[in-house]
């Protein structure tokens, strides 16, 4: 017990001066502002430096030529490329897309997390405040006291009450201000790679959209086509069916156009499960139930041509979400390094109470106290922050060519994508000479059965022509536009058009974010 009225008596004595000495540096605001800056200046660890253009050479051309369209300078990732074609109902589904998908509500939901993260992080340098209060009462026997003024009391003779309280607000405080700014960095970093993510999945959205919409176009224009030959094969089977009868042809004839129609027959299905796959596809990148999807333009009406910029300058590529994702990973690794390294620094701790203190021993002492500690340490030995900054030193090596890696699958995928579609538009001029020679052909064919020179059958068999003509075309056409899609996502084209339109949602109650 004695003991313990000591604690209660000298301790909060002692406290009270170390800590008003120790905090009246910080009760002069000029010298605060001096401090904080003094802070802020100070580097722990390497200073970030980007990877020079010698480590990454950037190529000047593309290794890919066929375009003729000069680039026009502009902001590629803002350019609602698909706005080109102007299709109404293309440009209503990427709206209700950007504004309604899951996956882009998801990302945001991410990126409010991190910048929360951010936010809390920076609040690191403010003290935790607690409310509270205690009281105490007892009898203090059995020994005696010698108070300050050198009055001794017995207090086995005489036993004296005491009783206090203890109410107001509790600061708890521990600090390490190097580390706090390497925290507060890698905070900042981590919240503007996250932003990178979001910027992804609108780049995926985008793409899914436009890639869906026109392959649904290409699906419809390609069963119409197959729906068109059938019945051109069903009346050429027809004719032959005449011909064999009058002996005119082999059974071979006859056996050889049923083979085809079952062929074409069979394909029909296929090509309406693609149609209902691709439009539950954009029913759920829209948030929908699976359902069908109104057109707008048909396949025929929509060209390439003119859409895709040519002498793109390599830089275009900065705008890309990934790559600017694992820069962000390497200022991380490379901050952590500095982090690590802050733990060699002064780690200080105060606690404290901006509180009302009242407490009295009976017939001996009244008074108000107030009880406070600061503490200061720095690690004198800790071998194993060697061994962290180290590991550290690692992880930024393997994020610097992460990076390096990354820019390099960038240029591969646009030059890749580039070559690919001028092969799609040669295939495609070829194929459309083909069509032409075809339609030539069958008026040639159609004027000669009409002048009694060739049979009927010549003109269907002519006919027919053109319609794989046509179906070989639509194929193609559909590669071509999907290859399209991949040009400007290879680019990161698009992914910030209309931005406004992706908000946050209202959930209702306690989930509501801001």
């Not at 197959?226 to 027809?238: I, P, T, V, W």
């Not at 002996?247 to 309406?272: C, F, R, W």
Request: hydrophobic share 40%.
């Amino acid at each position: 017990m004695l003991a313990l009225a000591l604690k209660l008596l000298w301790i909060p004595y002692l406290m009270r001066n170390i800590l008003a000495n120790s905090l009246s540096f910080f009760n002069n605001w000029s010298q605060c502002i001096l401090f904080a800056s003094f802070l802020t200046s100070c580097s722990v660890g390497p200073e970030y430096h980007a990877p020079s253009k010698q480590s990454i050479q950037t190529p000047n051309v593309w290794n890919s030529h066929g375009q003729a369209i000069a680039y026009r300078q502009g902001d590629i990732k803002a350019l609602a490329w698909w706005e080109k074609f102007h299709d109404p109902q293309l440009n209503q589904l990427m709206n209700e897309a950007l504004a309604n998908n899951n996956d882009l509500q998801s990302a945001m939901g991410s990126e409010l997390e991190a910048k929360a993260a951010f936010q809390s992080v920076k609040m690191g340098w403010v003290p935790n405040f607690s409310f509270g209060g205690i009281g105490v009462s007892g009898i203090i026997t059995n020994s005696s006291l010698t108070l300050p003024s050198n009055r001794t009391v017995n207090l086995l003779n005489d036993p004296q009450n005491y009783h206090g309280y203890n109410v107001g607000f509790i600061p708890n405080y521990t600090l390490n201000a190097f580390a706090q700014i390497k925290q507060t960095e890698i905070a900042k970093l981590s919240f503007e790679a996250k932003k990178q993510i979001m910027n992804a999945v609108r780049l995926s959205v985008v793409s899914q959209v436009a890639a869906s919409y026109f392959s649904l176009l290409g699906f419809k224009e390609q069963l119409c086509i197959q729906k068109q030959m059938l019945s051109e094969l069903k009346a050429l089977k027809n004719y032959t069916e005449i011909q064999y009868h009058q002996g005119s042809v082999s059974s071979i004839n006859v056996a050889e156009l049923e083979e085809y129609i079952d062929k074409l027959h069979s394909q029909i299905p296929l090509t309406e499960h693609n149609i209902v796959m691709v439009s539950n596809a954009l029913r759920t990148l829209t948030n929908k139930n699976p359902g069908a999807i109104v057109t707008g333009k048909r396949f025929s009406e929509i060209s390439p041509n003119s859409v895709i910029p040519a002498n793109l300058p390599s830089k275009v590529l900065e705008n890309r979400p990934d790559v600017a994702m694992a820069e962000y990973q390497l200022k991380i690794n490379n901050a952590n390094i500095g982090l690590i390294k802050s733990e060699f620094f002064p780690l200080i701790s105060l606690t404290g109470g901006a509180t009302s203190v009242s407490f009295a021993l009976e017939s001996i002492f009244k008074g108000n106290l107030w009880a406070g500690q600061l503490e200061g340490a720095v690690p004198l030995l800790n071998l194993s922050l060697y061994s962290d900054i180290d590991k550290a030193k690692g992880g930024y090596y393997a994020a610097y060519y992460n990076y390096i890696g990354t820019i390099r699958r960038a240029f591969e995928q646009v030059d890749n994508a580039l070559s690919q579609q001028s092969s799609l538009n040669q295939s495609f001029k070829d194929q459309k000479k083909a069509l032409n020679q075809n339609l030539y052909l069958y008026k040639m064919t159609k004027s000669q059965y009409n002048n009694g020179a060739i049979s009927y059958a010549d003109t269907l068999f002519s006919q027919l022509s053109i319609s794989e003509s046509r179906l070989m075309m639509n194929g193609t056409k559909i590669q071509q536009m999907s290859n399209l899609v991949s040009v400007y996502q290879a680019l990161g084209g698009g992914y910030q058009a209309h931005k406004q339109l992706t908000k946050v949602k209202n959930l209702g109650g306690d989930y509501d974010v801001e």
